[in-house]
């Protein structure tokens, strides 16, 4: 099968809502920052964001911070993502096993990451395992839910035709479950991501001395609004280029998804 390309013009119409969004985002930010509806030095411009930014990135404040984070999130991400995809393939293709798993994970899902820095530290210390573990939590609760949906939604009668076919479970996993399922497993990534963001935030919380959270904080403790503007800004933006890759990995590899 050929790639297909889409024309520049196309591309452009699919990015304009997004632009004129963006655009009216900027115009009101500036409008709010200087009609003096906030008090002065609470809401930077973006202007002033901007070149607190160039400045955390010529002194490389920003590099040191975003490769910690990224490691942090991307391990937790990762180890989180494993887990809970396979505990929801497992839980949705075995009811008897999602009777007993279900409830557990149920009673947990409440319970956000930042509740657990506090236990986290006194189990493991400060160190780097806390943190990647308290995303990894976060991470495996979000993607079981989605991937544990999709797999139970997998009609038993195609199961069930693979079986009477002759086929071993090693090929209906392969051939029919994984399939089905794959376009509820892209979107446990994409959301498991996004999450591993917010718990991000939460474990450089605790006792981090680097990351963008950490130094969120630090700004925030030095009333410094327009780095911590700038940090936000990168968090967002950091957000939304994970969401784009893994969309487009979906795209590639499970073209009939609709997402």
Do not use: C, N
């Not at 991307?74 to 008897?96: E, I």
């Amino acid at each position: 099968m050929q790639a297909t390309h889409s024309p520049p013009g196309r591309t452009l119409g699919r990015l304009g809502p997004a632009l004129g969004a963006a655009g009216a985002v900027l115009a009101l930010w500036y409008l709010l920052a200087w009609s003096g509806a906030v008090a002065p030095g609470l809401l930077p411009t973006p202007a002033q964001t901007l070149a607190a930014l160039a400045d955390s990135a010529r002194s490389g404040i920003l590099a040191a911070d975003l490769g910690a984070s990224l490691a942090r999130a991307g391990q937790g991400f990762a180890l989180g993502a494993l887990v809970g995809s396979a505990l929801g393939f497992a839980t949705g293709y075995l009811p008897k096993l999602s009777a007993a798993v279900t409830p557990v994970v149920s009673f947990l899902r409440p319970i956000p990451a930042i509740a657990l820095v506090p236990l986290a530290t006194a189990w493991f210390g400060i160190g780097e395992t806390a943190k990647r573990l308290l995303i990894a939590y976060a991470v495996l609760l979000a993607v079981w839910l989605y991937v544990h949906d999709g797999v139970s939604r997998v009609p038993v009668s195609h199961l069930r035709a693979a079986r009477s076919l002759g086929a071993p479970l090693r090929r209906r996993f392969i051939e029919v479950l994984l399939p089905a399922a794959a376009p509820a497993l892209l979107a446990a990534l994409r959301y498991g991501a996004s999450v591993a963001l917010l718990a991000l935030v939460a474990a450089e919380l605790g006792g981090a001395d680097s990351g963008l959270a950490y130094r969120l904080q630090v700004d925030g403790q030095f009333l410094r609004v327009d780095r911590m503007f700038a940090g936000l800004l990168v968090l967002g933006l950091l957000g939304v280029a994970v969401d784009l890759v893994l969309a487009a990995i979906g795209r590639r590899f499970v073209h009939w998804s609709t997402s």
